[in-house]
Every structure is written in C-alpha cells, then in structure tokens.
C-alpha cells in the first residue's frame, strides 16, 4: 500500500469497495461506511496482529459489548479507550497508515 493519510483515506469512502490495504485498515474502512458486520469480519481476519486486535477492540466498544471490547484492548496492548469513538478510529487511523509511509 502507498501512503496515505487519514483525510486521503477517508476520501475513499465514496468508492464502492475499498482500497487494497490491510484488514484492521480495511475493517476501518466498512466501519465509517456504516457496515459493523463488514468491518468485524475484517477485523477478524487480523485478530493476530497488534493492529487487527486494536481495532477489534473498538469495534466491539462501538457495538457496547465492553467486556469482549476490553478482552481485545487487552490482546493489543493497550488500556481500554476513553475518547468518542469518533477520535479512537481517527487515532487508530492514523497509527496505522503512519506504519505504512515510505520510511516506516
């Protein structure tokens, strides 16, 4: 994937179909559509990855299943989030097309 940042990457919500990315980006991507199914089926095909866990840890504490939401933050690392939803998936956005710039 080349890089992108997040105000590029939302940019590409009006497609149909996302950008070639990787899945926990992927799983973003459907979640700012509007499909929570979509976007946990692409979280789910990344649950090994620091990056998959994360963001299936939001997607679960966007759903209101805290419990499941806190067994995911803690699979990732990280403390379960506090901030709107809205500023975890920009900040888990953000994190993850940062891993992929050309010098990262």
Known sequence: MTF???DT???TLSRDE???MSHALR???WDAKG???KAHACAQQDEESPEGTWVH???HRKEGDL???AY???RAGRPVATMSLEAEWATIADALLSENTPDG
């Open 57 to 59: 840890a939001y997607l």
């Open 4 to 6: 992108m940042r997040v």
């Open 18 to 20: 996302p950008p070639e």
């Open 72 to 74: 995911w933050y803690r």
């Open 67 to 69: 419990s499941n939401a």
């Open 27 to 29: 799983a973003l991507w």
């Open 9 to 11: 990457f939302k940019g």
């Open 35 to 37: 499909d929570w199914d």
